[in-house]
């Protein structure tokens, strides 16, 4: 019985209470976390197409909550969510072709995925505004 | 801020630990109380202070966090040097595997400082301030800083680590050019620490299943080696949702042996060869 000792269960010891969040673990959850606000992200963009297809009213609701400042945080936040997740599965593509796998290359790479991230985004943003006018 | 080989510590840390709570999610059984703490003697003047996991399972209390103070003068300059100046000059009871001080055997892997590394290679003056030990991430304890590495061996063994062959033994030696005993490199220096199964998030949550870096990268070990002529019954073994695809190329494991092997790389070598052999 590997995991008893007098009748009790052996204690577990910490994981991630107390493991050092590192680069490699940080944008790998990161890469999850964006993953699961696209999907719902999804879902808002089903909401607005409907909206819009629905009639003026609809549509005039659902862009008040996109235009209003805590629609407009969120949708920053999905845009960010969006380059992240797309340059980290683009570093995960490069990895399942076997290569990037230094520890040098994977700093490299993950570094390059934030600002690359960061960039996109502001990038975006600036554009749209200079399309909005 | 680039990492170049696994022994680098970091130059700046913005978190010690992920923003969750302290006991985020750990059993009744396995909740950590502040512990005692230890005072350095009178009259010394470099001191270090370490807080240690400590579990005694005689005492049927929860595991505990004691505060050591060490004299570092009194002290080689290795963690290792540390933990055997407590244990002799401080707190007896103080217990931790430890056997070539030289970072070849693997014994005394344990979690310093948030990753998990060799006491014997990690020196003092690289730790924080107060340096934090636990024993190797979500292991079942024994004692203290003991895990029990059971179902790390049964995960090795599951592998099938020796030589396989259907053709008749050879009268000497089974014969390699250099260029194929090259491919060995980076995978028979394992010292089966697990400091990088015990550190691969995957293999927390899904540790029971899924076999964990150290030993796929003994399966790529074997998988390398051209003298064994069982690849076809190796791959076998890892057709399964689990055993090797659990893997999520988190990368803890590179970043964290204490000798500078890359587990990551020999997965992923070992997923293309499951996909090349469907071809």
């Known amino acids: 019985m590997p995991n008893t000792t007098a009748g009790r269960n052996r204690p577990l010891s910490p994981n991630i209470q107390i493991y050092r969040p590192q680069l490699t673990s940080v944008l790998s959850i990161a890469n999850r976390i964006t993953g699961v606000v696209l999907s719902i992200c999804a879902v808002v963009l089903v909401v607005w197409l409907l909206a819009a297809a629905t009639g003026p009213q609809a549509y005039a609701a659902v862009q008040g909550v996109i235009t209003s400042w805590i629609g407009q945080i969120g949708l920053f936040g999905c845009t960010f969510a969006f380059f992240m997740h797309f340059c980290g599965g683009i570093r995960h593509l490069v990895w399942d072709a076997g ?35 | 801020m680039i990492i170049e080989s696994s022994d680098q510590m970091p130059r700046a840390t913005l978190l010690k630990r992920f923003p969750v709570p302290r006991n985020f999610g750990v059993a009744p059984e396995s909740r950590i109380s502040r512990g005692k703490t230890w005072s350095a003697p009178a009259g010394a ?31 080689g300059p290795m963690v290792l040097d540390a933990l055997i100046w407590i244990k002799s000059k401080v707190d007896s009871t103080l217990t931790f595997r430890r056997s070539c001080r030289e970072g070849v055997c693997g014994s005394c892997a344990m979690n310093i400082d948030g990753t998990n590394w060799l006491a014997c290679t990690r020196f003092i003056s690289d730790l924080d301030t107060p340096a934090t030990i636990y024993p190797l991430t979500n292991m079942r304890i024994i004692k203290d800083l003991v895990p029990d590495l059971t179902h790390l061996f049964a995960q090795y063994a599951m592998i099938e680590p020796w030589l396989q062959s259907k053709t008749p033994e050879p009268e000497k030696e089974r014969l390699q050019s250099p260029e194929e005993r ?40 074997w998988l390398a080696d051209t003298r064994d002529e069982a690849i076809g019954e190796r791959l076998d073994i890892l057709e399964d949702p689990f055993r090797l695809y659990r893997c999520h190329t988190i990368l803890n494991c590179t970043r964290t042996c204490p000798k500078g092997l890359n587990p990551g790389k020999a997965i992923a070598d070992i997923k293309k060869m499951m996909i090349e052999r469907r071809s």
């Open chain 2, 182 to 221: 090259s491919k060995l490199d980076g995978k028979y220096e394992c010292i089966l620490c697990f400091c990088c199964t015990s550190g691969c998030p995957s293999h927390w949550w899904n540790g029971d299943r899924f076999l964990g870096p150290a030993a796929l990268l003994q399966a790529g070990r």
């Open chain 2, 45 to 75: 003047k470099c001191v270090k202070s370490f807080d240690i996991y400590r579990y005694d399972p005689d005492s049927g209390k929860n595991p505990r966090l004691d505060t050591f103070e060490v004299d570092l003068d009194d002290c």
């Open chain 1, 99 to 133: 290569y990037g796998f230094t520890l040098r290359s994977i700093y490299a790479s993950g570094w390059a995925v934030v600002a690359a991230s960061v960039a996109l985004t502001v990038t975006a943003w600036v554009a749209s505004l200079f399309v909005a006018g």
